[in-house]
């Protein structure tokens, strides 16, 4: 090895590319999980779904699933409720809507013609 190499971090370089690719993706990923459920779902319960899919984009960081709930909400794509719970503070229930649905679906084929496009760029 040449002494007088310097040395390439690449780590702050990665992370700052997972952080900004995470935020595109994250509201993508709650409206598919919260589309494809038969029923509400806490956030607690979303999380653990996303940590059982093997979701790296959101695992270990369930408060920032929050926010992002909450604008999913606001623009009318999903509905919420609270319950109260014995085991703890009340719990809000999260639902796609009819509008939901749509986006998704709509956001889904983005993803895939997004996603065409990148690994073509890739593979050169």
Not at 9 to 35: C, M, N, T, W, Y
Not at 65 to 86: F, T
Not at 103 to 120: K, M
Request: no cysteine; hydrophobic share 45%.
């Amino acid at each position: 090895m040449d002494s007088g190499a310097v040395p390439i971090d690449i780590e702050p370089h990665l992370r700052k590319f997972q952080k900004e690719l995470a935020a595109g993706s994250v509201a993508l990923v709650l409206l598919a999980v919260l589309g494809r459920s038969d029923r509400p779902l806490y956030g607690y319960e979303i999380a653990k779904r996303l940590e059982r899919d093997g979701e790296a984009l959101v695992a270990g960081k369930q408060s920032a699933l929050y926010p992002v709930l909450r604008n999913l909400h606001a623009a009318g794509l999903l509905d919420s409720h609270v319950e109260p719970s014995v085991a703890g503070p009340p719990r809000r229930y999260y639902q796609a809507t009819a509008l939901g649905r749509a986006v998704l679906a709509e956001w889904t084929g983005a993803w895939h013609a997004t996603r065409a496009f990148v690994d073509q760029a890739l593979a050169g």
